[in-house]
């Protein structure tokens, strides 16, 4: 693709991030804007860290889904946590999904809270794949 | 920069070099707000433990000019942060949260806090904290996503009310402390 096209996805593939929900426009912008000579591709660092710091909220979770009894309080702790850190990169799929699962939790229902935790790792991974597209584009995009 | 205590310059631009003490156990947020603060040229320090936060402002008296701080860490609830500072350094805190609820918002106000800022925060709600600094009440620049506290409100009237009360038994007017709301 010549650099014109490789633009073209680039911007589809944005417009496709917002439209079907995975991310947060505004928040997308905002981190954008933060990029600069020494920041070249702080999006991208923001990305990856979110990626590598919630590895261990994920965990925690499933750790604490599978004692028993369930300790609905801590899970609720660690949900919150984790929606905050959605919120640094818009992730709304995922954000919502934990909404879900604080639901279930408020409401004690550990089954509801499997389900909701198998829907968070979908989201998770999918806004993952989605990303790493997006940012392997942009880059090909910057070097055409 | 001159520490809190003596007079900020009120102007129209943000002072550069506000020297700003950011808490947050979230690396990520911690990352961003680092970035932010920085693109409004205040000179920031990053903290990740409330803890750690206190130690660092107790060693360095007059090192800081505002404290921003999450509310739910794991070490220690934000709010009794926010207290203590308050309490022993009288310096303005501006709290974050990720939820907005009623209960959260008021029980900073309880404890101190000059402001609640909801996350995502947005750079534009930063660029406004150094009013907090300002020996001046300023008219506040309130944006769409953070509560601010400063609408003369009756919690503002009665803190002060209890703490003159407290300050007359003492016969101590020392402990008076400047209202910390900007009253617009």
Known sequence: ??????????LYMRRSLFDQGYLDSEQLIQLEDLQDDANPNFVEEVVSL?????????QNIEQTLSNRPVDFSRLDDILHQFKGSCSSIGAKKVKD?????????NAGNAEGCSRSFQLIKQEYETL???????????KQAKAA | MSPASSSVAVSDQFPAGLRVLVVDDDPIWLRI?????RKCLYEVTKCNRAEIALDMLRMSKNGYDIV???????????????????????????????????????KGVTHGACNYLLKPIRIKELRN??????QQPKPFEESDDSYSVNQGNWRTSNRRKDEEEEAEKRDDTSTLKKPRFLVS
């Not at chain 1, 693709?1 to 680039?10: D, G, K, R, W």
């Not at chain 1, 999904?97 to 939790?105: G, K, L, P």
């Not at chain 2, 203590?84 to 939820?99: A, H, K, R, T």
């Open chain 1, 50 to 58: 979110f990626y590598s710091d919630s590895a261990r909220l994920i």
């Open chain 2, 129 to 134: 904290i150094w009013q907090h600094v300002a």
């Open chain 1, 97 to 105: 999904a934990c909404s879900q699962f604080r639901e279930y939790c």
């Open chain 2, 68 to 106: 921003i701080s999450d509310v739910h860490m794991p070490d220690m609830d934000g709010f009794k942060l926010h207290e203590q500072v308050g309490l022993e350094m009288d310096l303005p805190v501006i709290m974050m949260s990720v939820d907005g609820c009623t209960q959260d918002v008021m």
């Open chain 1, 1 to 10: 693709m010549n650099s014109n096209q490789l633009q073209h996805q680039v």
């Open chain 2, 33 to 37: 707000l680092e970035k932010m603060l």
């Open chain 1, 128 to 138: 993952r794949r989605r990303l790493e597209s997006y940012f392997q584009m942009v």
